[in-house]
């Protein structure tokens, strides 16, 4: 019987010796559980931690990086961006600056409708310049400027030629514009204070940006030393080169302090010649060192002063390229001369490739492909337009011009753009 109930007591114990252990390993198991989640808990918190810091060190070094980029680098990230986005006929497009009648055939244009949109499509160009008879009034011109710009992907070069003064000036002499007016530049170089060139630039620039221009084929850098020139007359500042360089430097200060791009002109010097090259050859007889002791120093000026553009003229230079080729095609002018010895990195412009100096010697298609050879970057208002695109892209397509060298004037045109807020 003591046996019997020891036994009982043994099991008894035995039993709870097991919901003991029991319980005890239940309990383990359990910590062992939320330990387990604790850990884990704070392994993807510390992942978190650790992305975030990794995350916020990454944007800070970006924005260091960013902030130690010049605006220049920037800029040029952006255009290499957008060049690398274009199609060729893009680019090619890009060098072309053209009235609004070349682009759409119409008479004259006073408007910017489906026709414009349709043939900006077709003819992506970089630009198109207003004369006269596409000014009427204002709001007319404010509003075929803004109706263009929203047709064109790549935003437009708006051109004029507003020099001031009576001869060259398509909106003061316009009796609808209430601007304010300036005698010639003649008259401006003969007080001998540049303040005055400044103002008339800026003043000029200013209403300009107000109707939607964005470049101006102004001031006039020529030096006015034969008297029997005709084209040139009392738009110069004057013959002093000094003088002369002083002037037109502050007047392209005073556009580009408005925002408007200056092009100064006719490079290298159209104030000695007696011809007239819209109707043909127009001959300029110093040499070199002649040109560098006189017409140059104005051009000088003007490129030390920052001016976007030179516009270059259709003018034989024989005593330097011992040709009648026109300063236009000639390398030897644009890219020796020109770009190398004055130091000009800025946009190489045309004078209207419809003038008589070139359409009387070449086809449009022809001058155009030279015009880029020789180191143009924007060809202005071929004779013959579709003829002049379509000669480049053949060019283009036979390996006479590089696709490399479309590029190098495209980034010089986008570059200009995007620093006068022409593509935002």
Same mark, same amino acid.
């Given at each position: ?21 029991? !319980? ?6 359990? /910590? ?6 604790? !850990? ?35 800029? #040029? ?15 090619? @497009? ?48 404010? +509003? ?12 437009? !070069?708006?051109?004029?030629? #507003? ?11 316009? *009796? ?15 007080? @001998?204070? *540049? ?17 939607? !221009? ?18 040139? %007359? ?18 392209? $200060? @005073? =556009?580009?302090? #408005? ?8 490079? *290298? ?29 104005? =051009? ?8 976007? %553009? ?19 095609? +000639? *390398? ?23 003038? @008589? ?14 015009? /880029? ?25 036979? %390996? ?16 200009? $753009? ?7």
């Amino acid at each position: 019987m003591k046996e019997k109930n020891h036994l009982k007591q043994v099991k008894k114990m035995s039993g709870k010796r097991k919901k003991a252990i029991m !319980f005890l390993i239940l309990a383990l198991f359990l /910590l062992l559980f939320l330990a387990l989640i604790i !850990f884990f808990y704070q392994e993807q918190k510390q992942k978190e931690i650790s992305n975030s810091l990794v995350e916020e060190i990454q944007k800070e070094t970006s924005e260091i990086e960013h902030s130690e980029l010049s605006e220049a680098e920037k800029t #040029e990230k952006k255009v290499l961006k957008l060049l690398n986005e274009m199609t060729l006929e893009e680019k090619i @497009g890009q060098l072309f600056f053209i009235t609004p009648e070349k682009l759409t055939g119409i008479g004259v244009a006073i408007q910017a409708g489906d026709t414009t949109k349709q043939m900006l499509e077709q003819y992506p160009v970089g630009g198109l310049i207003y004369f006269s008879q596409n000014i009427e009034t204002p709001d007319q011109i404010t +509003s075929m400027i803004e109706n263009s710009q929203s047709y064109s992907r790549i935003p437009l !070069f708006i051109g004029i030629d #507003e020099e001031g003064g009576t001869l060259v000036a398509r909106i003061a002499n316009n *009796p609808n514009f209430n601007v304010e007016k300036f005698p010639n530049m003649k008259e401006i170089g003969a007080t @001998g204070d *540049p303040n005055q060139a400044f103002y008339i630039g800026s003043t000029i620039g200013s209403y300009l940006h107000s109707y939607g !221009f964005n470049i101006d084929f102004a001031p006039d850098a020529d030096l006015l030393t034969n008297p029997n020139n005709s084209v040139i %007359g009392e738009r110069s500042f004057g013959s002093d080169p000094t003088l002369v360089g002083t002037m037109t430097a502050q007047a392209v $200060k @005073g =556009f580009q302090h #408005e925002n408007v791009s200056a092009v100064i002109k006719h490079f *290298p010097g159209h104030g000695d010649t007696k011809e007239d090259s819209h109707t043909g050859a127009a001959i300029v007889t110093k040499t070199l060192d002649e040109l560098r002791m006189t017409e140059f120093i104005p =051009f000088q000026s003007g490129i030390e002063a920052g001016v976007d %553009g030179v516009m270059v003229g259709h003018l034989q230079v024989p005593q330097v390229t011992r040709t009648d080729t026109p300063a236009t095609l +000639s *390398p030897i002018i644009i890219t020796d001369i020109l770009r190398n010895e004055l130091g000009f990195q800025g946009l190489v412009i045309t004078d209207s490739l419809s003038m @008589g100096a070139i359409t009387q010697y070449y086809s449009s298609d022809e001058a155009a492909v030279l015009a /880029l050879q020789a180191g143009t970057d924007i060809l202005l208002i071929p004779e013959d337009f579709p003829l002049a695109y379509q000669g480049v892209l053949n060019a283009v397509s036979s %390996g006479t011009l590089s696709e490399e060298r479309i590029d190098e004037s495209v980034k010089r045109i986008l570059t200009v $753009k995007y620093n006068r807020g022409i593509i935002e």
